[in-house]
């Protein structure tokens, strides 16, 4: 018997680097493909993408060339969905198609609770058009996924909805595992070869990296490597101050072998984020075996519970080294929650569920 797949999961993610929501939506995709039987699910990839996993269940319907994200999800991908209207799409991204609805994963709502972080003219207009986003997926999606009950929580308050419309599925670390630590960033910096904590992440304002320039400054025989790209939104402008201090290492980019070996050799992993819908990073820390310290905010308390060393993100008033000294719980437990194998049976469980509405 052959399947007629139903679900239609958006594959742009594979025209972008792995880092955030990209990589989540690779793994997940990933493990459903060994879940399903052969072509129960299907997914849409543009012609011109350039990471193309070997799936063996999941049907790939390669389509037109992408131009870029806006033009596919609001014009290529939407045409397609409302000329083959028997297809649910799946949208792993924040998005939803105002006239092809499906299951979306809303990962936060970030830009509803600072409008202050949007400073200049482009900021406040994608600002605008992620609220429009956000508002789109909570009255039109025929099922909202989020990444915490603290995100769960915040989007069923803010848009007035039954939080029985959202699902929450978490991320993982699991990706981390077939790593292997380059330590040939040593080389690069010598400067790390001093006690040195480390953060890592898009250099964007509410990672708050003002925090550690602001602690910095106070406290000069600590060392501080920064690594992270800037987003074209919402950047951190304070960066300038970073690179005036000697005790703070601006990595740049950094990938994901030099990342581990970072984590491996660093005092402790630093994330003061204000606002976080999961925050990865970390976790990925914990399996490298370094401590963590993050701030007490938004859902990181949630997701990291007593394995954390804990900040107030808008006050440098600590010391890191003696919050270090706290005992905390070892993170054998944490790290068996979160796994990708247990997000895709939910996922598939969801969309089972979805199918039968």
Not at 16 to 36: M, S
Not at 261 to 288: I, R, V
Not at 298 to 318: K, M, Q, R, W
Request: one cysteine or more; glycine letters at 4%.
């Amino acid at each position: 018997m052959i399947n007629t797949p139903k679900i239609l999961i958006n594959g742009d993610f594979l025209c972008r680097r792995l880092t955030g929501i990209e990589r989540y939506a690779y793994e997940i995709t990933l493990r459903l493909d060994k879940l399903i039987q052969k072509c129960e699910i299907a997914i849409i990839v543009p012609a011109n993408t350039s990471l193309r996993p070997a799936y063996q269940n999941l049907e790939i319907i390669q389509y037109k060339k992408i131009k870029s994200h806006l033009w596919w999800q609001m014009i290529t991908l939407q045409s397609f969905l409302l000329a083959h209207k028997q297809y649910t799409v799946l949208e792993f991204g924040n998005t939803c198609l105002p006239f092809a609805p499906g299951i979306v994963f809303l990962h936060d709502i970030y830009c509803e609770f600072f409008p202050e972080d949007f400073v200049t003219a482009r900021d406040k207009i994608i600002r605008l058009y992620n609220k429009w986003q956000y508002r789109l997926i909570a009255g039109r999606a025929k099922r909202i996924v989020t990444v915490s009950h603290f995100s769960k929580k915040q989007i069923a308050e803010t848009y007035r909805i039954n939080p029985c419309r959202i699902s929450v599925i978490y991320s993982s670390w699991n990706h981390f595992k077939a790593v292997r630590a380059d330590y040939s960033v040593f080389d690069r910096f010598p400067a790390l070869s001093k006690p040195f904590y480390f953060s890592l992440g898009s250099l964007s304002k509410r990672k708050n990296n003002k925090w550690i320039i602001a602690y910095a400054a106070k406290h000069p025989d600590a060392l501080f490597a920064l690594s992270g790209e800037s987003l074209p939104t919402v950047q951190a402008t304070e960066l300038a101050d970073a690179s005036a201090l000697a005790n703070i290492l601006l990595l740049g980019y950094v990938d994901d072998a030099k990342v581990k070996a970072l984590m491996k050799k660093c005092k402790a992993f630093l994330l003061p984020s204000y606002y976080e819908g999961f925050g990865l990073t970390p976790l990925e820390a914990l399996s490298c075996g370094a401590q963590i310290i993050v701030a007490k905010a938004a859902s990181l308390p949630e997701i990291y519970g007593n394995t954390a060393h804990y900040i107030d993100p808008f006050d440098t008033d600590v010391n890191l080294d003696e919050l270090l000294q706290q005992p905390v719980e070892p993170p054998d437990a944490i790290l068996a929650k979160y796994s990708y194998d247990t997000a895709a049976r939910h996922v598939y469980d969801m969309i089972k569920e979805v199918e039968t509405c």
